[in-house]
């Protein structure tokens, strides 16, 4: 893994120092954070700009699989656990921090392998969980669609599998990852809805991952954030998987409120971003003397502490009792957009701090500006908009 490091081109680039601090000292010494650590302060934060404005590099993912960081929140094949779930947390929070670009990537990833170990589909877990977990494959996903009450993607079940038809607008990692997870909305064979979900597992058409036969991709979309994820839009007409692809069918109940109760926690990238944004509105302060700048640096610094606190207890235990994760969901949800606030105030005070030259597209403060926004859309639900949208109109009256 040192030796991907440093085979990187990048410039001399020095972290700020974290006056934030862990969510836990404990799982700060853990040996996969500590790998994590020297990939974001050594490869993936100098070249944070670049990515965000060419695109990640696979080999980026690569290099975090090397450090261990690739589906660690699974238990292993061979019955090793999962990493604890404070470890876990804290490698979200350095890689979102260091370049959100990449950890939305590596977020994607997750998903195909979750799903394959829910799965009783033996020969398809063979095939992917073991190259999943380590990272040696690299997975995306796409399903935020089945939030939508109108559907414009479907699966039709015929013998021998299942029929692909529609499109999907977002696809991020599609030509940089070898599988894609695609969750359709099933029809019948008049098109009318069955109220079930298939979870199918779409192999890349590789090198160019423009083609396959029922199947085009691209080009890749041009956002205003994130916009290094290689995110496509992927169009299916008539693609067929055969059952042997397909991990889950499930009805769509089951899928909402599994989707429910997941979707209601806040994100340790959320916290991870406002982490590295005051940790460098911090240094700011220290750098030109500015005593209001580094007095917002602390307050704001122990405003995350204390939210990022409040959301990991919930979110524990929800995780522990299903009966407690649905009593919770909409003191959950309130958290969450309470942190996707707090980490836009975090953006906008080091824009604020930097002056004009956080306008320009390849400094820090602005890309930070633009990730924060990015999450208030990310993983939306109609409850968390409504949340986030209650939480700006009383600011907004408080100001008044």
């Not at 992917?128 to 399903?143: E, I, K, M």
């Not at 199918?200 to 083609?211: K, L, T, Y």
């Not at 958290?335 to 701090?353: E, F, G, K, S, W």
Request: net charge negative; with cysteine.
């Amino acid at each position: 893994m040192e030796a991907l490091v440093q085979a990187a081109d990048v410039s001399s680039w020095i972290p700020a120092p974290d006056v934030v601090g862990p969510a836990s000292a404990e799982s700060a010494q853990h040996p996969i954070v500590s790998a994590v650590g020297t990939v974001c302060d050594e490869l993936l934060g100098p070249t944070a700009e670049q990515s965000d404005r060419e695109g990640v590099p696979r080999s980026h993912l690569d290099v975090l699989a090397s450090a261990g960081a690739m589906g660690i929140q699974f238990p292993t094949e061979d019955g090793a656990p999962a990493a604890p779930t404070g470890v876990v947390r804290e490698v979200v929070e350095r890689i979102a921090g260091a370049c959100g670009t990449t950890w939305f990537c590596y977020a994607q990833h997750k998903t195909p392998l979750g799903i394959l170990l829910q799965s009783t589909n033996d020969e398809l877990r063979a095939q992917w969980v073991s190259p999943l977990r380590s990272g040696q494959a690299l997975g995306s996903a796409a399903f935020a669609h089945l939030r939508r009450p109108k559907q414009k993607f479907f699966a039709t079940e015929m013998t021998g599998g299942w029929k692909l038809d529609g499109k999907l607008d977002w696809v991020t990692s599609w030509p940089i990852s070898d599988v894609a997870v695609v969750q359709a909305a099933v029809v019948d064979e008049q098109g009318l809805p069955r109220d079930v979900v298939v979870s199918a597992f779409v192999e890349v058409p590789h090198p160019e991952a423009v083609r396959a036969p029922g199947l085009s991709a691209g080009p890749p979309l041009e956002l205003a954030a994130m916009g290094g994820t290689h995110t496509w839009p992927v169009r299916f007409g008539g693609y067929r998987v055969k059952s042997a692809h397909v991990a889950l069918v499930e009805t769509r109940d089951e899928w909402l409120q599994k989707n429910a109760r997941f979707s209601a926690d806040a994100n340790p990238a959320s916290f991870g971003m406002a982490r590295a944004a005051v940790n460098e509105l911090a240094q700011v302060g220290e750098r030109t003397g500015q005593r209001a700048v580094t007095g917002t640096a602390m307050e704001l610094a122990k405003e995350i502490r204390d939210l990022r606190a409040s959301a990991y207890t919930l979110a524990d235990a929800a995780a522990a009792d299903t009966t407690v994760a649905d009593a919770s969901e909409i003191e959950r949800t309130e958290i969450r957009a309470r942190a996707l606030d707090l980490n836009v105030r975090a953006a906008n005070a080091l824009v604020t701090a930097c002056g004009g030259s956080a306008m320009s597209l390849w400094v820090s403060p602005q890309r930070r500006a633009r990730e924060a926004i990015f999450l208030l859309v990310q993983g939306q639900t109609a409850q968390l908009r409504d949340a986030t949208l209650r939480r700006t109109a009383r600011a907004a009256s408080i100001e008044a």
